[in-house]
C-alpha cells in the first residue's frame, strides 16, 4: 500500500484561518450576552503545546480506483470523523479566550454523537495538553437516546456530563439546549457557549479546499464531483469558502469549481427533496409498494430502488430535517451543477463488496462483517456514488472526489455506559446537574 498524499489541515493552513475568518464573520470580538456567549474568533499563538494539540488535525488524499478518490477527514482515531477539526478550533478558542480573561468556559452541545465526541475528545487533548483546567474548561453534550451507542468512554462525565434525552423526535435536543441556554445561562458560575452555530464548523472545512488544490488541483480538462453524504452539508460549504479564497487569490479558477452530489437516507432526504422541489415536503418522494419483504419504486432514480423501510433510519447521526443550509447549497448546486441522491441500507449491503474492495487500497478497511459498523457516512457515500454513475445522476466522464467524512465500527473505541449519562427532558433537568 503506497502513502497517500496527507497534511494536518489546521497546523498547514494556519496562516490562512484568519483570512477564512474573515469572510464567515463581522465581528471577530467576544459575545459577552450570558444567552448568546461566544469567546470570539482569536486563535492562540502556535507553540509546542499548541502543536501537539492540533496534532491529530490530519487528512489523506486517497486513490480509490481509476477517477475515484477520498478525502479522508477519519484520521483522529478518537472520533473517526471530520468533526475533530472544528471541534480543535471551538475548543482553541475557548482556550485563548480563557488566557485572555481568566473566565471559565462551558462548552454546551445538542449534538447526534459525533460533535459531541468531538468535542469531548478535543476538551481531553486540551487537558492532556495542559492548556486548560477542569476548573477553566468543561464541556457539556446533549444527545438523543438512539445515539448512545455512538459515544465514547474517552473523558470523565462527572465534571463533563453527558445528557440523554429519550424523547421521540431526536431532533428536538437542538430546541431543548437553546430554552436551556436562555434560562440558565446567567446562572451557572461559567460562561455558557451554547455552540451549535454554523460559522462554528464552516471554517474548519474550507482547508479541505486547500487541501486539494495542494495535491490534486481541479482543472477544465477533467470536470470533478465532490460527493458527499450529508445532513446540513457544512462540509461542502465550508470547502466552497475555501474555493472562494482560492479564486480570488487567483490559485484556482471559478470554471474549474466541482459540481456536487448530496447523499441522505430515507429518514432525513430533506436536502435532496429541497434541491429538486424547493420545499421539504416528503409527499415528494416516490410511492412504494411491497415485493415480498421489500419495497421498492422505479419512478424516481434519487431515491433508493430497494429498502427494508420507506421511513428507516439508516445511521441516526443523519437526523436534520428542513436544514438552514438548504438554500446556499441549492444555489452552489445552481451554479457549479451537481444532483443529490438517497440511499437505503439494503443497497448499502448489496454495495458492501464493491466499497470494500475500493477501501482496500487505504489504511481504514472496511469490517468482514457489516454489523459491526457504527458509522455508515463513507458507506452511504460511496454507495450513492455508485448508484449515481449507474442512473445517470453524474456525468460519465466525470472524476469523482468522496469527501470520507466518517467510519467506524465496534471494535475502534469502548462505548460510553448507560451508567454514565444522565436522562434529562426538560432544562430545568439539565440545569440541576450543571448548576450543581
Given at each position: 500500500?503506497?502513502?497517500?498524499?496527507?497534511?494536518?489541515?489546521?497546523?498547514?493552513?494556519?496562516?490562512?484561518?484568519?483570512?477564512?475568518?474573515?469572510?464567515?464573520?463581522?465581528?471577530?470580538?467576544?459575545?459577552?450576552?450570558?444567552?448568546?456567549?461566544?469567546?470570539?474568533?482569536?486563535?492562540?499563538?502556535?507553540?509546542?503545546?499548541?502543536?501537539?494539540?492540533?496534532?491529530?488535525?490530519?487528512?489523506?488524499?486517497?486513490?480509490?480506483?481509476?477517477?475515484?478518490?477520498?478525502l479522508d477527514l477519519t484520521r483522529n482515531s478518537g472520533t473517526r470523523t471530520t468533526k475533530t477539526l472544528a471541534s480543535l478550533l471551538i475548543v482553541a478558542r475557548a482556550v485563548e479566550y480563557i488566557r485572555r480573561t481568566g473566565e471559565p468556559v462551558l462548552i454546551f452541545s445538542p449534538t447526534s454523537a459525533n460533535k459531541g465526541t468531538?468535542?469531548?475528545?478535543?476538551?481531553?487533548?486540551?487537558?492532556?495538553?495542559?492548556?486548560?483546567?477542569?476548573?477553566?474548561?468543561?464541556?457539556?453534550?446533549?444527545?438523543?437516546?438512539?445515539?448512545?451507542?455512538?459515544?465514547?468512554?474517552?473523558?470523565?462525565?462527572?465534571?463533563?456530563?453527558?445528557?440523554?434525552?429519550?424523547?421521540?423526535?431526536?431532533?428536538?435536543?437542538?430546541?431543548?439546549?437553546?430554552?436551556?441556554?436562555?434560562?440558565?445561562?446567567?446562572?451557572?458560575?461559567?460562561?455558557?457557549?451554547?455552540?451549535?452555530?454554523?460559522?462554528?464548523?464552516?471554517?474548519?472545512?474550507?482547508?479541505?479546499?486547500?487541501?486539494?488544490?495542494?495535491?490534486?488541483?481541479?482543472?477544465?480538462?477533467?470536470?470533478?464531483?465532490?460527493?458527499?453524504?450529508?445532513?446540513?452539508?457544512?462540509?461542502?460549504?465550508?470547502?466552497?469558502?475555501?474555493?472562494?479564497?482560492?479564486?480570488?487569490?487567483?490559485?484556482?479558477?471559478?470554471?474549474?469549481?466541482?459540481?456536487?452530489?448530496?447523499?441522505?437516507?430515507?429518514?432525513?432526504?430533506?436536502?435532496?427533496i429541497n434541491l429538486r422541489h424547493g420545499d421539504f415536503d416528503r409527499g415528494h418522494m416516490p410511492d412504494y409498494h411491497r415485493d415480498g419483504w421489500l419495497w421498492k419504486q422505479d419512478t424516481d432514480p434519487h431515491f433508493p430502488a430497494v429498502t427494508y423501510d420507506p421511513h428507516e433510519v439508516l445511521d441516526p447521526t443523519f437526523y436534520?430535517?428542513?436544514?438552514?443550509?438548504?438554500?446556499?447549497?441549492?444555489?452552489?448546486?445552481?451554479?457549479?451543477?451537481?444532483?443529490?441522491?438517497?440511499?437505503?441500507?439494503?443497497?448499502?449491503?448489496?454495495?458492501?463488496?464493491?466499497?470494500?474492495?475500493?477501501?482496500?487500497?487505504?489504511?481504514?478497511?472496511?469490517?468482514?462483517?457489516?454489523?459491526?459498523?457504527?458509522?455508515?457516512?463513507?458507506?452511504?457515500?460511496?454507495?450513492?456514488?455508485?448508484?449515481?454513475?449507474?442512473?445517470?445522476?453524474?456525468?460519465?466522464?466525470?472524476?469523482?472526489?468522496?469527501?470520507?467524512?466518517?467510519?467506524?465500527?465496534?471494535?475502534?473505541?469502548?462505548?460510553?455506559?448507560?451508567?454514565?449519562?444522565?436522562?434529562?427532558?426538560?432544562?430545568?433537568?439539565?440545569?440541576?446537574?450543571?448548576?450543581?
Amino acid at each position: 500500500m503506497s502513502s497517500p498524499p496527507m497534511r494536518n489541515l489546521i497546523l498547514d493552513y494556519y496562516d490562512r484561518l484568519p483570512g477564512v475568518i474573515a469572510r464567515c464573520v463581522d465581528d471577530p470580538a467576544p459575545v459577552k450576552d450570558p444567552a448568546n456567549f461566544s469567546p470570539g474568533f482569536l486563535l492562540p499563538e502556535l507553540d509546542d503545546q499548541i502543536r501537539r494539540f492540533y496534532g491529530c488535525a490530519e487528512a489523506a488524499w486517497w486513490k480509490l480506483a481509476e477517477g475515484l478518490s477520498m478525502l479522508d477527514l477519519t484520521r483522529n482515531s478518537g472520533t473517526r470523523t471530520t468533526k475533530t477539526l472544528a471541534s480543535l478550533l471551538i475548543v482553541a478558542r475557548a482556550v485563548e479566550y480563557i488566557r485572555r480573561t481568566g473566565e471559565p468556559v462551558l462548552i454546551f452541545s445538542p449534538t447526534s454523537a459525533n460533535k459531541g465526541t468531538a468535542l469531548r475528545d478535543a476538551v481531553q487533548r486540551a487537558y492532556e495538553c495542559g492548556l486548560v483546567t477542569p476548573d477553566q474548561l468543561r464541556v457539556a453534550v446533549l444527545v438523543p437516546a438512539g445515539c448512545r451507542d455512538k459515544l465514547r468512554d474517552a473523558l470523565p462525565t462527572d465534571r463533563n456530563p453527558v445528557f440523554m434525552y429519550a424523547g421521540e423526535q431526536p431532533e428536538h435536543v437542538k430546541a431543548l439546549g437553546r430554552q436551556f441556554a436562555v434560562e440558565y445561562a446567567a446562572s451557572l458560575g461559567a460562561n455558557l457557549w451554547f455552540s451549535l452555530e454554523l460559522r462554528n464548523y464552516l471554517i474548519a472545512d474550507a482547508a479541505r479546499a486547500f487541501f486539494e488544490h495542494d495535491v490534486d488541483p481541479t482543472s477544465a480538462a477533467r470536470p470533478r464531483t465532490h460527493a458527499h453524504a450529508v445532513s446540513s452539508a457544512f462540509g461542502l460549504l465550508g470547502y466552497n469558502i475555501g474555493r472562494d479564497i482560492l479564486e480570488e487569490t487567483g490559485a484556482a479558477q471559478s470554471a474549474d469549481r466541482p459540481s456536487f452530489l448530496l447523499v441522505q437516507h430515507l429518514g432525513t432526504p430533506d436536502m435532496v427533496i429541497n434541491l429538486r422541489h424547493g420545499d421539504f415536503d416528503r409527499g415528494h418522494m416516490p410511492d412504494y409498494h411491497r415485493d415480498g419483504w421489500l419495497w421498492k419504486q422505479d419512478t424516481d432514480p434519487h431515491f433508493p430502488a430497494v429498502t427494508y423501510d420507506p421511513h428507516e433510519v439508516l445511521d441516526p447521526t443523519f437526523y436534520t430535517h428542513q436544514p438552514a443550509t438548504s438554500p446556499a447549497m441549492n444555489d452552489l448546486i445552481a451554479r457549479f451543477g451537481g444532483d443529490g441522491i438517497v440511499v437505503s441500507l439494503h443497497e448499502c449491503l448489496q454495495r458492501y463488496p464493491e466499497v470494500a474492495q475500493w477501501l482496500s487500497a487505504t489504511d481504514r478497511p472496511l469490517p468482514a462483517d457489516p454489523r459491526g459498523v457504527r458509522e455508515w457516512s463513507i458507506i452511504m457515500a460511496l454507495t450513492g456514488v455508485a448508484n449515481a454513475l449507474e442512473r445517470g445522476l453524474v456525468p460519465p466522464r466525470h472524476d469523482i472526489v468522496v469527501h470520507g467524512s466518517g467510519m467506524y465500527s465496534r471494535t475502534d473505541y469502548m462505548p460510553l455506559a448507560v451508567a454514565d449519562t444522565i436522562e434529562v427532558s426538560t432544562p430545568e433537568d439539565i440545569a440541576r446537574v450543571l448548576k450543581a
